[in-house]
Nanobody, 122 residues
Framework: QAQLVESGGGLVQAGGSLRLSCSAS????????MGWFRQRPGQERDFVAA????????YYADSVKGRFTISRDNAKITVYLQMNSLTPEDTGVYYC???????????????WGQGTQVTVSS
């Protein structure tokens, strides 16, 4: 079964930056839309950002626009999430996701990683 493996989470002070990575185990994921969701403490999992297979279309949650940037390297079958100007409200478990359907508003991916913890201290 294809796997998505996240890395790059950790503890950072408010105002700092982190870069998350997500690598896919199957070459076919090169043609998948990929993205990130997060689950903050006591809340449901929410959409953060997504990118289509070619990298020319991206979506962001309003709460991260201008601070987070999603990108991908298809040669490595890896998607990245650069997170800048982090605040304690960004604390949560960040999940990588992927789906073969075209990226569109309301994207609902079917493949998920195990998640990586991001903690932002005040």
């Amino acid at each position: 079964q294809a796997q998505l493996v996240e890395s790059g989470g950790g503890l950072v002070q408010a105002g700092g930056s982190l870069r998350l990575s997500c690598s896919a185990s199957e070459p076919t994921f090169v043609f998948y839309a990929m993205g990130w969701f997060r689950q903050r403490p006591g809340q449901e999992r929410d959409f953060v950002a997504a990118i289509n297979w070619s990298g020319d279309t991206t979506y962001y949650a309003d709460s991260v626009k201008g601070r987070f940037t999603i990108s991908r390297d298809n040669a490595k079958i890896t998607v990245y999430l650069q997170m800048n100007s982090l605040t304690p409200e960004d604390t949560g478990v960040y999940y990588c996701a992927a789906d073969s359907n075209p990226l569109r508003s309301g994207w609902t991916p079917r493949s998920w990683g195990q998640g990586t913890q991001v903690t932002v201290s005040s």
